[in-house]
């Protein structure tokens, strides 16, 4: 996991939106059809697949067609990852830069 930072960048860059953040929370239920998340936000069709786009491309989200909608699921082993990467880089480590001397830092 040392060098694994760039791989959750486009993780954080699909969350860094309100609307994308209250789809996930949504999805935490289990799967739901485009049209019942529509029924939960204030936005149009167009913007909803804007959103879905990100977060289906980014690995999050499942996206799987059923008939004309769309039905959303989370992509749960990608979400287990970025929450494992968290822990990790929030973690005091041996090896991280704070364990380092900086005598004549500051001064």
Do not use: P
Not at 6 to 14: E, I, P
Not at 80 to 93: M, R
């Amino acid at each position: 996991m040392q060098n694994a930072h760039a791989d959750y960048v486009v993780f954080v860059k699909a969350l860094a939106d309100e609307t994308r953040l209250k789809i996930v929370d949504m999805l935490s239920c289990g799967e739901m059809c485009a049209c019942h998340i529509l029924e939960n936000l204030s936005i149009s069709q167009s913007t909803l697949s804007y959103h879905m786009k990100i977060l289906s491309e980014s690995g999050l989200v499942k996206a799987v067609r059923d008939g004309a909608w769309m039905r959303y699921s989370l992509n749960q082993e990608n979400l287990e990852s970025l929450l494992a990467f968290l822990k990790h880089i929030t973690q005091s480590k041996e090896n991280c830069a704070c364990h380092k001397s900086f005598k004549d830092c500051c001064k």
